[in-house]
């Protein structure tokens, strides 16, 4: 369903109330349960997570009272349990979260970053968490059954792919090629302090890349490096119309993602979107102006020591 067809629904159809939009929820989640390709023995924890699913969404679906009902919350503990002691079923840590938020105002689950050493897997993480971000947005306004069945189906694959996507990184991470080598001197060996480092500015006009720049204006560069030397690991993601995609994807929590989108003639930066941490709200900005302005009032990373 288009978004244009849920701004429709959103406004056409009557909200639900908050224990019918959780009871919505608990149902969808179930389908989706049911729904799963997976070997036959996690397909029976699947159905028996559905099962609990739909326990809930009975409950809460004609409660009137002022606390959660028993039943409801005693099958979605269980789901929850069950998810946890089965990651292959790919629900993340707290999706029964998506039940409750509208009764106890919980979070939404967000996954810890997962620190791939690989740039594609960086690129890949950067663009569903990103997705994963803007989904959960849209589905905290949702009002009606349309809307939020839409979102909230869209989180749900999100989620699974994203937890596919820690194997992989625990896998790549875990070659011998991506393990550190020799460790370097203890204090006791290194006799002459360490010269300081460079400036934030020097360090983004020499930083080095490793992504292809090929028909980047300089200015262009030099946003990428700035985007680099505030640790947001530029790399190229999937192109958007007449626009190529740079994907910016810091390893921490509260570090800040996104994307730039750059003209594929021109070579210009166009746009970007930046989200400073997982609970950030996006910053969108045009121009080359703009974009680096925004880039630059982020908090560098591993600041250098000050000159003496």
Sequence with gaps: MSTHHLSEANETAAPHAPYQ?????????????????????????????AARLETAAAALADHQGTLLPFEATEALAEAERLAAENPQTRFPKGFTNYVLAPLTGRDYPVPAP???????????????????TLLHAQFATATTPQAIDAWLTSALAVQR???RLAGEV????????????????????????????????????????????????????????????????????EPRGNARRIVLNAPTQEGAFGSIQIGKRSGKVLRAEIIHGNAGQPRQCSGTNAVRAALAALPTPAAAPARQ
């Design 21 to 49: 939009l959780a009871a919505e929820s608990a149902r969808i989640i179930a389908a989706a349960a049911r729904d799963r390709f997976a070997p036959p023995a996690t397909i029976s924890v699947l159905h028996t997570i």
């Design 170 to 237: 625990a896998v790549d991470n875990a070659r011998p090629c991506n393990q550190p080598t020799a460790a370097g001197p203890t204090p006791e060996e290194t006799i002459e302090p360490l010269p300081a480092g460079p400036t934030p500015e020097e360090a983004a006009e020499h930083a080095e890349l490793d992504i292809d720049l090929t028909g980047c204006t300089a200015y262009t560069v030099g946003i990428l490096r700035l985007a680099h030397t505030k640790g947001l690991r530029p790399q190229w993601g």
């Design 161 to 163: 792919d994203l937890m």
């Design 114 to 132: 997962l620190t791939p050493l690989d740039p594609s897997l960086a690129a890949r993480e950067a663009d569903l968490t990103y997705r994963l």
